[in-house]
């Protein structure tokens, strides 16, 4: 399914020569927004009694809403705000960054589903002998979920873009 090979280094692979593609400047704003959004939801989670008392404390609920609701607007935001404006120079993009985007997408969407797996059987198996599981942790797997699917394709892409991958093939 993949290719773990090493590649030969792609000649912009070293961050200090490297230009500044859109694809790795819109990755390195992804990740910033939505490292804010966990930073903000996991504190508005476990802060003020943890998993037992979130979903019955709306206020915790509204606030892990509020930090989600900045990362679904702010990301949409950014990607207007990167896009190439008329009349200026384009940012670079390229084949190499189509692949490298197509290759993170997959790689990103293989951790999110391993993510869910993991945390669904985790739970499974702390909560089986009691026979149900605290709904707060339903709204943990939501939240985290769709905070998860950024993060990791967007850390995905900067590390194939920056870690010697060539040029992203296979």
């Known amino acids: 399914m993949y290719d773990f090979s090493y590649p030969t280094p792609h000649p912009t692979s070293n961050l200090e020569e490297a230009e500044m593609t859109q694809l790795r400047k819109r990755a390195m704003w992804i990740v910033a927004i939505w490292t804010v959004v966990a930073a903000g939801f996991l504190a508005s989670f476990f802060l003020y009694g943890g998993v037992e008392t979130f979903a019955d404390d709306k206020a915790r609920v509204l606030q892990g809403a509020i930090f989600l ?32 985007a197509r290759k993170a997408n997959l790689i990103g969407l293989t951790a999110v589903a391993l993510y869910v797996f993991l945390v669904c059987i985790s739970l499974w198996e702390t909560y089986r002998e009691p026979g149900a599981v605290p709904v707060g942790w339903m709204w943990f797997l939501a939240y985290s979920t769709m905070i998860f699917v950024h993060l990791s394709t967007a850390i995905t892409q900067l590390i194939l873009d920056l870690g010697n991958f060539g040029d992203a093939e296979s």
């Open 69 to 100: 609701a900045g990362g679904v607007f702010g990301t949409p935001i950014m990607l207007f705000l990167t896009r190439a404006h008329p009349g200026t120079e384009h940012m670079v993009c390229d084949e190499r960054d189509d692949r490298l």
